[in-house]
């Protein structure tokens, strides 16, 4: 079975989840919604 690592856990959900090579990410968004989605994955992924 594949190991499952959790980021910043709460008592209902973590921010990040990595599983089987998977990363799932909840709730991270860009500051600048003005930006097109090449514009905002920098921002989001670097914070």
Known sequence: MS???RIEPSERMS???IHNG???ICGLTAGDASQ???GRCPCTCNG
Do not use: A, H, S
Request: glycine content about 0%; overall charge neutral.
């Open 3 to 5: 190991e499952i690592t």
């Open 15 to 17: 921010r990040v989840v």
């Open 22 to 24: 998977i990363v799932l």
């Open 36 to 38: 097109d989605i090449k």
